[in-house]
């Protein structure tokens, strides 16, 4: 038997596919049997016909029984059939022996009219009024799954309202990203009436060290690891972060070097929808750096497993495309307790005085000379919050109002869709190994227009952290459902690990946009504009592999920390100077087009099987190598010889892999890439050249800052960019 038509058929209802097929699809030859699972097609055929057909054997021999000897007729057959996995149909038509006459002819009529019949959808949540009925009875024809067990769950209510709110902010920025919410305005756009309303702007610089007083009072009663929450009266920060996941992280560094800094959230302090892996290599950055001490770090790890595997199924790709599992025992090997790591920056932060208001909103920011105010709204009370400081930082993740306003019509390039949970038990015993994790793994191909992977950490005592999240590229007519995939993933979690969903216990939901920007050079994306700065999601801080913002902030935290420390020492806070201090690595710019590799374009269709058989090809040249190849390539530190040496393995072992990816991607991608790619080279050469900038740079700091602290920032810029940059993430300091 000969597989000789494979289709994904973008729907769950695998029983409409199938009685479509038997009573109303016409396959236009042959007779048509029913089966159980589509139908089989018997035509008759004559050696003449098949030498004609030119599919002849050299020794044609009948494969029924029915052989008409005498005319040399026997009949083939076509065997069509379907199947459902991942809450999609798939479709395969087998030939035994020769093929019949006219089927070419069947299988285009049968690819067409599967497409036409059953094209790709994507549903949008209902609207949804609180007032009027729960977020359960809302959602419950359209996510019956979701529902069912968001109500298992402690806070379930309020958390898939949190995955709804998420959801339409999302859809909204995808929607409108010409014209995307104003809500920073520069002195000259502000309301018209601004300029009384700031009447007594120099009253208040007049009030503003007896507020600074009271705030260092405030300091000494803070301590005793508590949180503040307070209002700020007239004082003017130093720095205001809004995001309060990876901003606290930020924030509390930077408050712990002095400065008075204060942090607004929008939800309860601490209220993660993340859990965070990392290794214990990168997180020895936060003791450098004096924010934790190596013993807390030990309390903030629940959980170090021994190895993690990177697999995807290869059932129905090419030999070529098969691959081994890749062993990763030092990739996001440590599990971290997610809310105590946040808990604890946050005690970090007032301990050094920073402030903490939760439960508020983001408005508005108004950027004037001086400083940046900022209008904000305490939730539970629905009273108005207005702040001053010098510098506001971004850090409300993907859809931050922010990011969107700075870069419009291309905030992002790509995002993975994420959703979990954290089970607390209720696995049969044997199913899995708290001594493992999955880092990347994929139980079947394209599904519905998307290649699902799943991630499993081990966490504290039994606890597993399950994420099932897709590569997506932002389009305005399907940008990626949160309550959609969560639907896949209680539907698929037993098809993933063996376990029965009724009996699982729930300890808390995960979820998110993870956003990508495909950067040709450090400046094509506006990261900062007078007074204001964005980092992690919302300056798509990420790997375009496995890690969120978390991971690359943390990698690049004391790079970011010591740029911005520069800046505010010396006031150098407008765009030009703000744009320098980011994170981009040219290392990593060039590996977007792996990752464009995972996503299939919105209208296009893609044979089932091609991305899990690109990520084998290269995920299995990696399971070649020497773990540290592959741990180094995941970690973004891989340099120009070894991405370099890996492309050319990769393309020698499976030479269609260049050809699948020019299938979907466009001209213009490829125009980008070679550009990142050209930076990537003359970046990798200048730092071989000038390898000893960055410690000369530090010997002549105690000069030229003081003298010249604009083109001080401008050198420590590109020491940074010689070294992080290029994914050599260690302290530049003087030789």
């Known amino acids: 038997m000969q597989e000789i038509l494979y289709l ?74 379907v199947w459902s996995v991942q809450r999609t149909t798939y479709l395969k038509v087998f030939r035994v022996e020769d093929a019949p006459p006219g ?24 609207t949804v009024d609180l007032s009027k009925q729960s977020i359960f009875d809302a959602l419950a024809p359209h996510y019956p799954l979701t529902v069912k067990y968001f109500q298992k769950m402690p806070k379930g209510e309020y958390d898939l309202q949190r995955v709804y709110w998420w959801e339409q902010r999302w859809r909204e920025n995808t929607r409108n990203p010409q014209k995307p919410k104003q809500v920073v305005f520069l002195k000259e756009e502000g309301r018209g009436e601004k300029e009384e309303g700031r009447g007594k702007k120099e009253e208040g610089r007049g009030e503003k060290e007896e507020g600074r007083g009271k705030n260092e009072e405030g300091r000494g009663e803070k301590g005793e690891g508590t949180v503040s929450v307070s209002d700020a009266g007239d004082t003017v920060y130093d720095l205001i972060y809004i995001g309060g996941a990876l901003g606290v992280i930020h924030a509390a560094v930077m408050a712990r070097l002095g400065y008075r800094v204060l942090l607004l959230e929008r939800m309860p302090f601490g209220k993660m929808n993340r859990e965070w892996n990392i290794s214990r290599d990168e997180m020895q950055s936060l003791v450098d750096l004096g924010l934790f001490t190596p013993a807390e770090i030990e309390t903030l790890i629940a959980r170090e497993y021994k190895d993690g595997y990177c697999k995807f199924f290869d059932a129905n790709n090419p030999p070529v495309a098969k691959a081994a599992v890749l062993h990763t025992p030092k990739v996001l090997n440590i599990a971290l307790d997610s809310d105590k790591l946040v808990y604890l920056a946050g005690v970090k932060l007032t301990e050094a005085g920073g402030e903490i208001w939760d439960e508020t909103e983001f408005i508005r920011a108004d950027i004037e000379a001086e400083k940046v105010i900022v209008q904000s709204c305490h939730l539970p009370t629905k009273t108005d919050r207005t702040v001053s400081g010098r510098l506001l930082v971004d850090a409300m993740g993907s859809a931050s109002p922010i990011a969107w306003q700075l870069n419009e019509g291309r905030a992002f390039d790509s995002v993975c869709p994420t959703v979990g949970g954290v089970i607390d038990g209720g696995m049969e015993p044997g199913v899995w190994d708290s001594d493992y994790g999955d880092v990347l793994w994929s139980h079947g191909d394209i599904s519905r227009g998307r290649q699902l992977i799943w991630e499993l950490f081990p966490g504290a005592g039994g606890e597993l952290t399950v994420y099932l999240f897709h590569y997506h590229q932002v389009n305005a007519e399907n940008p990626g459902s949160l309550l959609e995939l969560y639907e896949d993933f209680f539907a698929i979690l037993p098809e993933y690990r063996r376990c029965d969903v009724n009996k699982l216990i729930w300890k808390k939901t995960t979820f998110g946009y993870i956003p990508g920007h495909f950067s040709t050079t450090s400046s094509d994306r506006a990261v900062a504009v007078d007074r204001l700065i964005a980092i992690g999601d919302a300056a798509s801080l990420q790997s375009p592999l496995v ?185 530049i300091v003087s030789s």
Not at 15 to 23: E, F, G, R
């Open 8 to 81: 994904e058929v973008p729907t769950p209802d695998t029983a409409a596919v199938c009685t479509w097929l038997q009573h109303e699809f016409d396959p236009g030859i042959g007779e048509k049997i029913i089966t159980p699972d589509g139908f089989r097609l018997l035509s008759n055929t004559t050696a003449a016909e098949s030498v004609k057909s030119g599919t002849q054997n050299a020794n044609p021999k009948p494969t029924l029984a029915d052989t008409n000897s005498e005319n040399h007729n026997w009949r083939t057959e076509l065997s069509t059939f």
């Open 103 to 126: 089927e070419k002819q069947f299988l285009e009529s049968l690819n067409l009219a599967v497409r036409n019949k059953f094209p790709d959808r994507y549903p949008e949540p209902p």
């Open 547 to 731: 890690f969120t913002g978390f991971g690359s902030l943390i990698r690049n935290l004391f790079r970011l920390t010591d740029l911005l420390d520069t800046a505010l020492k010396h006031n150098l806070l407008s765009a030009k100077h703000l744009n320098q201090i980011r994170a981009y690595q040219s290392n990593i710019s060039v590996t977007w087009l792996f990752s464009k590799g995972m996503m299939v374009p919105t209208g296009r269709t893609l044979p089932p099987q091609r991305i899990n058989s690109m990520l084998n090809t290269f995920f299995g040249l990696l399971a070649e190598q020497e773990l540290t190849v592959a741990e180094t390539f995941i970690k973004d530190r891989a340099d120009w010889l070894t991405f370099n040496r890996l492309a050319i393995k990769a393309a020698g072992k499976n030479p269609s892999l260049l050809l699948w990816i020019l299938d979907f991607v466009t001209f213009r991608d490829i125009l980008r890439w070679l550009g990142s790619y050209l930076n990537f080279t003359l970046l990798a050469l200048a730092s071989f050249l000038f390898g000893w900038l960055p410690s000369f740079a530090r010997r002549i700091q105690p000069w030229l800052e003081p003298r010249y602290p604009a083109v001080w920032l401008r050198l420590l810029a590109t020491s940074y960019a010689l070294t992080y940059g290029m994914g050599k993430g260690k302290r």
